[in-house]
């Protein structure tokens, strides 16, 4: 079975720094996706970013960028560059890449950035 | 193309009533998704659909819930019997089938449910 785990119910970020948020898996499967959401307050859930099991450069896109340790089953989310938009509840997500597809959430981290 | 559409995107109920959700993916999406949300947690996976073939069911998925996606278009969740625990937000995802699960899910803005 799969298990996502996200250590930090919540953080803190000044407005203009980096922040990241820890992201720790467990799965038997080989291939894998790993995904990133942010979900603002009026509830919608935004696709961020994706990395690959087997691909061999962390994946980036604009201001986020994934921390992947595959060894240590980690995927830790970058923030650069943090902005007043970026206050949200952020969900860490694994998805099989064989069989019924289905993808896991972690229990969340909830990022304040402060001004 | 205007998302994942769900409707409605509030439910008040009284306990023991029937309810049901619909929900309109990207139309190109072959791949359909349920999930629950409850207050400070993680989307929990319910069911999926690949076309009209409802491929898995979580355990969670009692058999007072019952899913459709008649013709491989848009989707409908029936939750018959409500109880309190079933107060939550009920949000359905739509995501490519090619590829190797690389896909991402996009979600609708979900519809929460609240029962009295």
């Known amino acids: 079975a799969q298990k996502i785990t996200q250590t930090q119910p919540g953080m803190f970020v000044q407005e203009k720094e980096a922040v990241t948020l820890d992201c720790t898996y467990d799965?038997?499967?080989?291939?894998?996706?790993l995904f990133w959401y942010k979900q603002p307050s009026s509830g919608e859930m935004i696709f961020l970013i994706y990395?690959?099991?087997?691909?061999?450069q962390n994946a980036t896109e604009g201001r986020y960028s994934l921390n992947f340790q595959k060894a240590r089953k980690s995927a830790n989310l970058v923030i650069s560059a943090s902005q007043l938009g970026d206050s949200a509840m952020y969900f860490c997500?694994?998805?099989?890449?064989?069989?019924?597809?289905?993808?896991?959430f972690g229990a969340g981290t909830r990022l304040t950035v402060k001004p | 193309d205007t998302g994942v559409s769900q409707n409605p995107r509030h439910k008040i109920t009284k306990r023991g009533q029937n309810v049901t959700f619909r929900c309109d993916p990207i139309s190109e999406h072959n791949r359909l998704y349920w999930y629950r949300q409850t207050l400070g947690q993680g989307p929990e996976f319910l069911t999926y659909f690949q076309n009209e073939a409802q491929l898995e069911k979580s355990r969670l998925l009692s058999d007072r819930f019952s899913a459709e996606r008649p013709k491989g278009s848009f989707s409908t969740l029936e939750i018959q019997r409500t109880e309190q625990g079933d107060s939550a937000m009920y949000l359905c995802?739509?995501?490519?089938?090619?590829?190797?699960?690389?896909?991402?899910?996009?979600f609708g803005n979900g519809t929460r449910l609240t029962v009295t």
């Open positions: 799965t038997s499967d080989q291939s894998y996706g």
């Open positions: 990395q690959g099991s087997y691909d061999e």
């Open positions: 995802a739509s995501s490519l089938g090619r590829g190797r699960g690389s896909s991402p899910l996009h």
């Open positions: 997500a694994m998805r099989p890449h064989r069989g019924g597809n289905d993808m896991r």
